[in-house]
């Protein structure tokens, strides 16, 4: 069993979808969460951190259920710049700053 | 400004050509990784250092090494380099403090093996 588990996609969307990525991990040790973005091509970029309270950035939100071991990205109003490949990622229980990845998921929102 | 740079962006060497890849940081990151990451993959953590502590991914193979000269300076080897090592190979940055794990990346080099 993979340590991230994502549903690679594509989800292919229209503009002013909302749209919603789901990700399990294996580890019940898990200390932090993250979601990457990465465009085509590119290096990932933190897109947000995830707490236990859940947050909000503009038009994402980002929620964790750590019973269900569960990390959702729940993004609304969707624009064709949000395209890309959205990484769950998870950091074990050594503090060493090393980080899991997910597959990622590919989202394509169309006009 | 560029944070995390690595050289070259492109590299194309032979099946069996000792290759480097160098990546540099201007954040003075404590933690600097080399991971590898294969089209519609994951990134994968071939190895770290922490400080000057080297620290191996247990499936890395022995053809990849890395050497960290320096705070800021940081290279992947690969000895000989086969087929399925072409790959976008990232370098990444972090310092890393409780409850703060963001990891910088570098733009990759494209690895190709002829």
């Known amino acids: 069993r993979k340590e991230v588990e994502q549903d690679p996609g594509p989800f292919n969307v229209p503009e002013g979808a909302t749209v919603a990525f789901n990700c399990t991990y294996s580890?019940?040790?898990?200390?932090?969460f993250f979601w990457y973005r990465q465009d085509c091509r590119k290096e990932p970029k933190l897109l947000m951190s995830?707490?236990?309270s859940g947050n909000e950035d503009g038009r994402f939100t980002a929620q964790l259920n750590r019973a269900s071991q569960y990390i959702s990205l729940l993004i609304r109003d969707s624009k064709l710049s949000d395209s890309a490949t959205y990484l769950c990622?998870?950091?074990?229980?050594?503090?060493?700053?090393?980080?899991?990845f997910g597959q990622g998921t590919t989202l394509q929102v169309k006009p | 400004d560029a944070m995390v740079i690595q050289n070259p962006r492109y590299q194309v060497t032979q099946f069996g050509k000792p290759v480097t890849l160098s990546c540099s940081q201007t954040?003075?990151?404590?933690?600097m990784y080399w991971y590898q990451q294969k089209s519609s993959q994951a990134p994968k953590l071939l190895f770290h250092?922490?400080?000057?502590?080297?620290?191996n991914e247990a499936d890395t193979p022995d053809n990849f090494q890395s050497r960290r000269p320096n705070t800021s300076f940081c290279f992947l080897d690969i000895r000989s380099p086969g087929l399925g090592d072409a790959a976008m190979y990232l370098c990444?940055?972090?310092?890393?403090?409780?409850?703060?794990?963001?990891?910088?990346f570098g733009p990759g080099t494209r690895l190709t093996v002829t």
């Open positions: 990444a940055t972090s310092r890393v403090l409780v409850g703060s794990y963001e990891q910088y």
């Open positions: 995830v707490y236990s």
């Open positions: 250092y922490y400080d000057k502590d080297f620290n």
């Open positions: 580890n019940s040790a898990s200390q932090s």
């Open positions: 990622v998870v950091t074990p229980s050594s503090n060493t700053g090393k980080l899991i």
């Open positions: 954040l003075n990151h404590n933690v």
